[in-house]
């Protein structure tokens, strides 16, 4: 099959079906593979157009609040990949989608906060900052930055650097000197 207009066709139907079957199965595991393929495409930039277009966005956001660890993995994965661009990062911010991201800080899977503090790196915008950057969010990259975890550390150290004041970076230290909660670290 050539990559002629027939592909692009294809393509959209594949992942129409695909978001249905999220949405009717009632096994776990279908939905986990279904997930885990939307996350996959969602790499490509030729299905920004089309996952827009079947509230994909909104589906990952959506499932960014399940007890279903492994769902939650590939729903932060693939909006990670989708912040990429203008149109979905705008969407994303418009849709508050920078709550339930940050929720993710606290999970216990390592590729889950990973993504996150991908994810809110991609979203922060001038006008997104103050939510981006908001003083438990540095708190808890503070922490990070502490983490046994090599790519959590420089990820979270980073992000501290690139993307926060030093204010807000002292203000954060002296936070979590006097207070003993925030969000816990991944297990690893």
Do not use: W
């Amino acid at each position: 099959m050539g990559a002629g207009p027939g592909m692009e066709l294809g393509r959209l139907e594949y992942l129409q079906a695909l978001v249905t079957e999220f949405q009717v199965t009632d096994s776990t595991e279908a939905k986990e593979q279904v997930l885990a393929n939307l996350a996959n495409f969602a790499y490509d930039p030729k299905n920004y157009e089309y996952l827009r277009q079947l509230q994909v966005l909104d589906l990952f956001l959506d499932t960014l609040t399940e007890d279903n660890e492994t769902l939650v993995e590939f729903a932060i994965g693939g909006l990670c990949n989708l912040c990429l661009d203008k149109a979905n990062k705008d969407y994303i911010l418009e849709a508050n989608g920078v709550e339930p991201i940050i929720s993710c800080l606290s999970s216990s899977n390592e590729e889950t906060v990973m993504s996150a503090v991908t994810a809110l790196m991609y979203l922060t915008t001038p006008q997104s900052r103050q939510q981006t950057t908001a003083l438990p969010v540095v708190e808890c990259m503070l922490r990070f930055s502490l983490s046994a975890s090599r790519r959590l550390s420089n990820l979270a150290t980073v992000f501290l650097e690139d993307y926060c004041t030093q204010l807000q970076v002292e203000e954060a230290r002296n936070l979590s000197k006097h207070t003993a909660v925030g969000i816990p670290l991944p297990k690893d």
